[in-house]
Every structure is written in structure tokens, then in C-alpha cells.
């Protein structure tokens, strides 16, 4: 008697797949696309679900002998709440995306004035018109008279890498301020903003001369008002710079960082690990290319412009624009050139450093945590989320929660009851450097340098609630310009 065939395992798989109707298999699919992309785009709903949507506690990071955390932060309440990001932009990613492509800004008007420096550059400042200047529509001017009311602080805006005064962020900031009553201005890059490219400047990382030809003019025609800085992205990067070069001699009362990149040869490393890094390098590259057809009658003359137009992400870009304006011989020199954070000690003022831990464009392994330590003017706040420049909070997305903490924390500064007398001070050398002790307590160090002998300036400093000027004997330190370090800087009026 023969024995029965015995059926091949395959063939009893085949047939058993095939009973399994086509919509399971569809569900199935779903499901696992769902897990990836979920991954994918390192979203964070289960963490908010299982945590009662109640967010992460922000963090903060400061000397324990800071006077600014104990006068001012630690009256901040939005600095030791905590943050939730918007539900369905819960991922750093789609948070990225959504303030570059939507934002929901709130409706700014500006009133425009053209500024032409000393070398021939111009540049644009939009001053945010409130409901109260009884202004219709938008006007231009030239002139060097500064639009101020008088009376209420100045806020600066410093917009991040081919950002200006419409990008949607910077409109979340400016419609806060300006309803608060405050004074606000919008610094536009060099070709930004619709404004030509008029001289052989153009703005980089660490490019700070228009910065501080601002601040000049505001400070000499309202020397009675406080001025408060805001830099976003590499424009946090570029304020930095500024207030290390000139550490106690800066004019400002208060500033603050938001989503600085620190240090560029990190950010440069971490651009080549994966498709997501990959992918904004490029956007980043791509952004710049169009910066750069805008002011091709100027950028072409300076730079490898072949390779402008042949790079792929931000690294070849670098290669071939601001390395070659620069004359560094590699991207990496060029990029040690550009680290604010090896500046960050050196700032005198007030200031608010807050980013996003999961910011996918400036890593957080740049964060320079030992600096922000050391330095009792600097505190850091970080968030587990908020992607880059957005922190969207609320179901419906129409507010940022950094631009709510800045406020916050500026309201605060300035609150702080004034001192009746100016604060004494004497100069001592101190492991080599020039030490300024000031009735603070505080001792504030500047590089000695005796090629200098500019003496009888006006040193000014901050006790968190406002800008004294003080008449003192002091050799200042003169200004660094490490990105171009053969290039003939003109004075800047």
C-alpha cells in the first residue's frame, strides 16, 4: 500500500497566507509604517500620553554664584514650569517644518529705514508700528534718525540664516514685545529683506559690525534707554560674537540666545550621520544658493562661484563661499573661526541661552554646558523638545513657548528697582588679565593688551535692571575679528 504525500511546508504556508484576507494585510502594512515613521521622525506622543500630557521640566544650567539666577531667573516662572509641545507636532521635525512653511504668525507691520554704512553696504531695519502710531501702511526711509517713542526699552532682533523681518518666528517675537508696549526692531541681514547686496560685506556667522553700528546709533541718540538683543539660529551665533568682542563696553541691558549652533565644526559632523541630517544640510545649502543667485553680480566676484552652484549640502557651500571670502585654507578652520562658544565667557551682560535638546539642525552635543557654569552672567535653559526655533505649544499652535520665556524674562530684568548711585570701580591685574571689580561683587575680566591706550572711555555695564555708565581709566580691549583675520575692516558710523 502506498504511503499518502506528504505536502510541502511552503505549499501548506502558501495556502494558509492565502486564506488571510487582503484588508489584514493592508492593516498590517499600516501599522508598520506607522512604527517607523513614527521613529522616523522621533515623535514623542506615547511619552506625552503616559506622562498625562503634562510635558518635561525645563532645565536649567547656571553658576550657583549667579546674581542673574538668583535676582532675575528664578522669578521667571516659565522658566521652572514646564513645556509641552503642540500634540500633533510632536516631533522636532514636524515642528521645523511647520514654522518655516506655516508658522500661524500673528499680523506685524513694519515702518522700514535703510541704514548705508561706511563701506558701502546697506542694510534694513523694520520697526514693528503698534496699534497706538496711527500708521496705515508700512513707509521707507533713509535718514540716520532712529524711530523710537522715547520712553520704553528697545527690543533688537537678530533673525537666524536667510531669515528676515516676515520669517514667521520672528513675527511671534516682535507682535509680543510690541504689545507690551515695548519698542521693537528687526535687523535685517546684509541682502536680506529685499534689500541688494550694495558693498563686497556680506553676512556670516560671525559678522557683528552691523550689529554694532545699530546699537551706536541707538545708544547715542536714546542713551536713557535700555536696549535688549534677541538672536535666533546663527543670528544667536552672531550676537554672541558681538557681546564677547566687546564684553564690558556693550550698551545692552538684557540678551538672549535661541537655538544657537555653538560650535559649526560639530554641527559640520553631525550634518553626515544619516538621510535625516543629510536632508538639511542640503535644505540649508539650497537656501543659500537662492541668497546668492539674488546677489549674483557680487557674490560671483568673490567667491568659487562653479562651486556655489555645484554643492550639494551646506559643507561644499562653506567650501566655496564663505572659505574662499574668508582665505582659511580648509571648511574646518573656517568653521573653528566661527564657535560662539569659546566667546561665551567673555559676555558681560545678562544673558538667556535656551534650546531644544532635540533641535535637529544644531545638535545639542555643541551645547557648551562647562561655559554656561563659569560665566555668572549666562543662564541655560533647555527643553527636551521644541525642534529648531519653534517650541509650539497650545492645541491650535499659535504661540511659542520661547518667545513667552523671553518676554518673561525680559519683563523681569527690567523691573528690577533701579540703584540710586553709580556702582564704584577699581582696576586690578589679576593671572595676567584685567580684572574690573565693580560694588557687585562680581569680578568682571577683560583681556590686558598694552598696544592700546584709548583711556577716559565710557565703560558701560549692567546690575540686571538697567545700563550704568561709568567714568573709569581703562585700556579696552580691542575688537577680534578671527573669521578674516587679513581683512582691512572699514569704521563703521
Known sequence: MDSPAVESPYELLLTAALLIPTTHYLLGFLVIAIVFLYNFLEMHFLQDLFTGFRGQQVELTFSASSKLYHDVVSKCKILHARYLSTPWLCSPHLQTLFIT?????????????????????????????????????????????????????????????????????????????????????????????????????????TWTEDMRTVIKLLHSQY???????????????????????????????????????????????????????????????????????????VMSRLTDWEGIQKSRNFREFNDSSFRVFANYETVDAYNRASCSSSLLTKVMVPLLCITSLDDPICTNEAIPWDECRINDNVVLATTQHGGHLPFFEGLTANSLWWVKAVDEFFTVLQSIPKKGAEMEVSLVMKDGCLVTELDDGIQHHEEDNNNNNNNNNNISTCDWSRVIEIETKCETRPRKYPLFPNAIYPEMQ
Open 101 to 205: 512653511r506655516f508658522g500661524n504668525a500673528p499680523v506685524v507691520n513694519y515702518r522700514r529705514q535703510l541704514l548705508t554704512t561706511a563701506d558701502g553696504g546697506t542694510f534694513a531695519l523694520d520697526w514693528v508700528i503698534r496699534d497706538d502710531d496711527n500708521v496705515k501702511k508700512p513707509t521707507v526711509t533713509t535718514d540716520d534718525a532712529l524711530q523710537h517713542d522715547g520712553e520704553n526699552p528697545i527690543i533688537i532682533i537678530i533673525p537666524g540664516l536667510s531669515s528676515d523681518s516676515d520669517s514667521a518666528y520672528v513675527k511671534h517675537l516682535a507682535f509680543k514685545m510690541a504689545k507690551r508696549g515695548w519698542n521693537v526692531l528687526v535687523l535685517n541681514h546684509r541682502g536680506c529683506g529685499g534689500v541688494p547686496l550694495t558693498s563686497d560685506w556680506f553676512y556670516h556667522g
Open 223 to 297: 542713551p536713557e534707554t535700555a536696549l535688549f538683543l534677541v538672536g535666533t539660529s546663527i543670528g544667536a551665533n552672531m550676537m554672541i560674537f558681538y557681546l564677547g568682542e566687546d564684553g564690558i563696553n556693550v550698551p545692552i541691558a538684557g540678551a538672549a540666545a535661541i537655538c544657537c549652533p555653538w560650535d559649526p565644526v560639530i554641527c559640520d559632523r553631525f550634518y553626515k550621520r544619516g538621510f535625516k541630517q543629510r536632508f538639511y544640510s542640503k535644505a540649508l545649502a539650497t537656501s543659500l544658493k537662492g541668497y546668492c543667485n539674488l546677489h549674483k553680480d
